[in-house]
């Protein structure tokens, strides 16, 4: 169940992180809060010692934030434009 709601936390936020939503901060926070939210939830679910809990919250943020930047920088790659770049002029 816990992998269930991972990999649709993981959709959810590569959604949010698409351009061009990705391109702005309120996008992008949704993003951070549905995977913390989702990490948190599934390590309660796994289980937690007693007065470990701050740690889960803590890695569970940091955990977020790298998996955030991979799917932003996933996200911008595949979903960029094509053909943008400026072409030479030859003379």
Same mark, same amino acid.
């Given at each position: 169940?816990?992998?269930l709601i991972l990999i649709v936390a993981l959709l959810l936020a590569l959604w949010a992180a698409w351009p061009p939503r990705g391109m702005r901060r309120r996008w992008l926070a949704l993003a951070l809060v549905v995977l @913390? #939210? #989702?990490?948190?939830? #599934?390590g309660g679910q796994r289980g937690v &010692? $007693?007065?470990?809990?701050? @740690?889960?919250?803590?890695?569970?943020?940091?955990?977020?934030?790298?998996?955030?930047?991979?799917? @932003?920088?996933?996200a911008t790659v595949?979903?960029? $434009?094509?053909?943008?770049?400026?072409?030479? &002029?030859e003379p």
């Open positions: 169940m816990s992998n @913390w #939210a #989702a990490m948190v939830l #599934a &010692q $007693p007065g470990f809990a701050p @740690w889960l919250i803590v890695l569970s943020l940091i955990g977020a934030l790298v998996a955030l930047v991979v799917l @932003w920088s996933l595949l979903g960029a $434009p094509r053909g943008t770049e400026e072409k030479e &002029q």
